[in-house]
């Protein structure tokens, strides 16, 4: 197992190379940093001065492996937006994307297992059809949309829900979180059930569709030809086989939770890393877009990892050949 | 018998009358794509026309309501554009940008994909490892991030009329991998059959093998997958849109005018933003319906 991880992070590292190369196109020719820097009016002697301060006369590999080595130190240089080290602005803006992320993902399992679970069992059930067609909707509209769906009946409409930004925050050194005060936790409801709303309907049709599958298998009826209880086949023998593909699409999910951020993050004002981008990308803002596309290729790494490592957990199989059956 | 009357007795025809769901979807296809298309001429009025425009219109409530003006059935904007006719034009340049994002992913991605699929090799591996690892991100981010590329690349007066073209390119980017590696697979399979054979030993070019010997052998499930990207391109459009990286207030698609209206939800001129959410939601579930329906009716193994 220790040879398959270390495997899977060689595998990662040319993706990483990749993204970098990218993002460091970006930042290296898109934009003039020098006349950025200089403003209308300037020598000959000051643009040859300052491209030498920034590196620009510099080969282009020997450009590439410095700003590697920077980007590795967490250094990407200055926003042309907010003129602060892009490294401080992100930092001060995960706590608020990663909170919204985990809590809508905590909700999408929560919510989505036992609905599909409950959809797989009673498939022809008047509550199973709702089910079904509320997981239609929940595909088929765009996040920003339901976005302002919950907007106007639970804020303007019912006035029960702040409709945008965090409410207050306690602050732990670098980290500032809203689950400790009233107002930062209802205003984390609205945003963090337009954002699991995609995954856990996800999640329940894969749930329904394996359950349903699961049922059918001769394992289930032997079970039952023992005498097992109805109740303990359901959970005990067939939710537990369900579980591998839920894991996969729900970590691969966890990804796309971040890139959905950004939508429900604009719509709520949410004073996160998507918000930061989006108006990054409104005015070209290159270091912080290249700065913010290194670290989700981090995030999409270390997922993909966390996935492999929980089919360990969860699979007896993969186990028992060391990984070398995938 | 005729052409006409085979198509109308095929089992394709057969099982698309006998299923509700695909008849209804059709129809608020055909819908939308009719109004779409016909918005400048059965449009109520002309939302681009600045002196047909009276600010006194603005902020109308719709027809059915106690403020309402029988002229505007829908309500105005902030403007004083009739809602109708804004979603009508809006409708047209979403379907637009929606159509042709498709449209490029599918030339990007069947060439792409056919070339993999036939040399294989080194051109393969490559192509695929390029489409691996654009897959693992959201296509919607790719399109964000493309999309401020091209912006930042663009001299600022450009901005305003490439921007259609520029969301086109960067919608066609996010979506082009999966075409590329569903052709990819039909053509490894396509590669081995005689018919393929005898074309290479008559001496056939390999560019003309691909594109008119294998390209339409591989051709049914790419068109099911282009249905279902229909869907995903017009909400990404929408999307960036809404998020103001999109289209621009005087060219709305969609998601422009939900945006705009988000700034009037609050104040209570709700009809801003749900009727053209509405439209767009209606659409999109049609044309996923839709694509679903094809996928099943195409696959003969479901039979």
């Known amino acids: ?326 | 018998m005729n052409a006409a009357a085979r198509i109308l007795d095929s089992d394709f025809l057969y099982g698309f009358r006998r299923s509700p769901v695909a008849v209804i979807s059709f129809l608020i296809v055909l819908i939308c794509a009719l109004a779409a298309l016909l918005a400048p001429w059965i449009a109520p009025h002309n939302p681009f026309d600045l002196a047909s425009l009276n600010l006194m219109d603005s902020l109308k409530p719709p027809a059915f309501l106690p403020d309402g003006d029988a002229a505007f059935l829908l309500g105005t904007d902030d403007q004083g554009r009739d809602m109708l006719s804004a979603m009508m034009y809006g409708t047209r340049i979403s379907l637009f940008v929606g159509i042709l994002s498709v449209a490029l992913a599918l030339i990007v991605g069947i060439a792409a994909g056919l070339l993999a699929g036939y040399a294989g090799g080194a051109i393969d591996a490559v192509l695929m490892r390029v489409a691996d690892v654009q897959l693992t991100f959201p296509a919607i981010l790719i399109a964000l991030l493309v999309d401020g590329v091209v912006r930042a690349v663009l001299p600022r007066e450009f901005h305003e009329r490439a921007e259609i073209y520029v969301l086109i390119f960067a919608i066609g980017i996010a979506l082009w991998p999966q075409f590329a590696r569903t052709v990819r697979g039909s053509t490894m399979v396509e590669r081995g059959r005689d018919y393929v054979m005898a074309a290479r030993v008559i001496g056939l070019s390999p560019a003309r093998i691909m594109a008119s010997h294998i390209l339409p052998n591989v051709l049914g499930p790419v068109m099911v997958l282009a249905t279902l990207n229909l869907g995903i391109a017009i909400v990404t459009e929408a999307t960036l849109s809404f998020l103001g990286v999109g289209l621009p207030p005087t060219q709305p698609s969609l998601g422009t005018l939900i945006r705009i209206g988000n700034d009037f939800l609050f104040s209570g001129e709700w009809w801003i933003t749900i009727f053209p959410g509405i439209m767009l939601g209606a659409m999109v579930l049609a044309i996923n319906l839709l694509g679903d329906w094809l996928r099943d009716a195409l696959n003969p193994r479901l039979r």
């Open chain 1, 1 to 326: 197992m220790f040879a398959f991880i270390i495997a899977r992070l060689l595998q990662s590292i040319p993706v990483l190379l990749a993204v970098a190369f990218i993002s460091f196109a970006m930042f290296a020719y898109i934009g003039d940093p020098v006349t950025a820097m200089l403003g209308q009016d300037y020598t000959e002697a000051q643009r040859i001065a300052v491209t030498h301060a920034l590196g620009l006369d510099q080969p282009f590999f020997v450009q590439y492996l410095h700003f590697l080595w920077q980007a590795l130190h967490g250094d990407f240089g200055l926003s042309y937006r907010l003129a602060r080290p892009v490294s401080e602005l992100i930092l001060e803006r995960l706590p608020a994307t990663a909170e919204l992320s985990f809590t809508a993902a905590f909700l999408a399992l929560l919510i989505g297992v036992p609905m599909g679970v409950y959809t797989g069992i009673r498939r022809t059930s008047p509550i199973s059809r709702l089910f079904m067609i509320f997981s239609l909707v929940g595909i088929s509209l765009p996040t920003f949309l339901i976005g302002i769906l919950l907007i106007l009946v639970f804020a303007v409409l019912l006035g029960w829900l702040p409709s945008f930004g965090r409410g207050d925050v306690v602050h732990f050194s670098h980290w500032s979180t809203g689950f400790l005060t009233l107002s930062g936790l209802k205003s984390l409801i609205l945003p963090a059930i337009t954002l699991g709303l995609f995954q856990m309907t996800l999640i329940m049709r894969l749930v329904r569709a394996e359950m349903l599958e699961v049922l059918r298998s001769d394992y289930i009826k032997f079970a039952r030809a023992r005498g097992l209880s109805q109740r303990a086949i359901n959970y005990g023998h067939a939710l537990k086989n369900t579980l591998v593909p839920v894991i996969t699409i729900v970590g691969l999910q966890l990804g796309g939770l971040l890139a959905f951020s950004i939508v429900t993050e604009t719509v709520f004002q949410w004073p996160g890393m998507g918000l930061l981008l989006v108006q990054s990308i409104g005015v070209a803002d290159i270091p912080v877009m290249s700065a913010y596309l290194m670290l989700i290729a981090v995030v999409f790494v270390v997922i993909n990892l966390i996935v492999d490592l929980l089919y360990f957990a969860v699979d007896p199989r993969l186990r028992a050949s060391g990984g070398a059956a995938r």
